[in-house]
């Protein structure tokens, strides 16, 4: 069954980014191509797949060296690194203005997905810093206490912040 797994996520991976509609959400993009890295930790094991370890959802390094992307997907994680930091802003944001942030940064999310080139380990990586970042944005989305909200939002900003340690 894992192995069938990892086949599952290698080919999502390779056919990810490069070959969807630009129509496609990033939620679509997410429930279609990338459900495969967010099922439960318990159930994962430390697997790898061009040196990316799939168990924690934070890539590894290249090798000792950042994995290369490209200058739209660093535009990208820039704007989304932007609507996190004006969302900061609200000293005590209401359930709204979660779910405000959330279409925002989902927008963000699939302007990404749409205009990515990368391929290969590099973008294999990508997808391991992105997955769970689509997913818990995505579970802002269903959340409607602020505690959630805000605990949630948390580790979006977490995982947006790791970006430039894995990146370059």
């Known amino acids: 069954m894992r192995k069938i797994f990892l086949s599952l996520f290698t080919a999502a991976i390779l056919f ?76 005590d944001p209401a359930v709204e203005d979660y779910h405000a942030f959330q279409a925002s940064f989902t927008d963000g999310i699939s302007k990404m997905v749409k205009e990515c080139k990368m391929q290969g380990p590099d973008h294999d990586a990508l997808h391991v810093w992105l997955e769970p970042l689509m997913k818990d944005n995505k579970e802002l989305k269903e959340q409607d206490s602020k505690e959630a909200l805000a605990a949630t939002f948390s580790t979006i900003n977490e995982r947006v912040n790791i970006y430039p340690q894995y990146f370059e």
């Open 16 to 91: 990810g980014c490069n070959s969807q509609n630009s129509a496609t959400s990033a939620e679509e993009h997410s429930d279609n191509d990338h459900t495969a890295a967010t099922h439960d930790a318990g159930d994962q094991e430390h697997a790898t797949t061009a040196g990316v370890t799939l168990a924690t959802g934070v890539p590894s390094l290249n090798d000792g060296a950042k994995w290369k992307s490209d200058a739209s997907t660093n535009e990208n994680v820039a704007n989304l690194k932007s609507i996190i930091d004006r969302f900061k802003t609200n000293a």
